[in-house]
């Protein structure tokens, strides 16, 4: 057992190094909000091979060094970490029933987690925190750039994902990162 949650503390780790590292090579502003479809991408990930409680983990840590070295804004908080929860959930609840419609779903969820709930609890953390006059922010402001962005970065997670799936990969992965 501690073999294994060494690996997923490790695999975590890697995952945090490939969302700072990816935000700084590709991102771009979109009303307010740095874009980074790498994050969305890590999250599906997250989802697919540790779980839930790790991808919000991953989120948080990978949002607070980006914060850190001056790479990111606090809208990476609330987006990366409700959509990582997301789509953690719904493929932990459904990795065992059908694996495809599982993969599916984890990325609609990413989308729904970022894009909607994310970009709504974005508005009070931009109010409060941020500076923004909040009489001149709709509370919908930050659907559509988070939208843009978790859009992207599913498309790439879930090309990965059907990729490593195909080739045989995945369980070959996820089986080496589960409890003994």
Not at 2 to 9: D, I, V
Not at 44 to 49: I, P, S, W, Y
Not at 108 to 120: F, K, N, R
Request: with cysteine.
């Amino acid at each position: 057992m501690r073999s294994s949650n060494t690996k997923k503390l490790a695999v975590a780790a890697i995952f945090v190094a490939i969302a700072v590292v990816g935000s700084a090579f590709i991102s771009f502003p979109v009303f307010g909000s740095k874009c980074s479809p790498t994050q969305h991408m890590v999250n599906v990930l997250c989802a697919v091979f540790l779980g839930p409680w790790y991808g919000v983990g991953v989120a948080f840590c990978a949002s607070l060094i980006r914060n850190l070295v001056g790479a990111g804004t606090l809208m990476a908080f609330p987006g990366s970490m409700i959509g990582a929860l997301c789509c953690g959930l719904v493929f932990k609840a459904l990795k065992n029933k059908n694996e495809v419609l599982a993969i599916v779903l984890t990325l609609a969820a990413e989308m729904l987690g970022t894009g909607v709930l994310g970009g709504l609890c974005a508005y009070p953390v931009a109010t409060l925190f941020m500076d923004v006059d909040a009489a001149s922010t709709a509370v919908t402001a930050y659907i559509i750039p988070f939208l843009i962005s978790t859009v992207a970065g599913s498309i790439i997670a879930g090309v990965l994902v059907f990729a490593l799936r195909a080739g045989g990969a995945l369980k070959i992965l996820q089986r080496s990162l589960e409890l003994k």
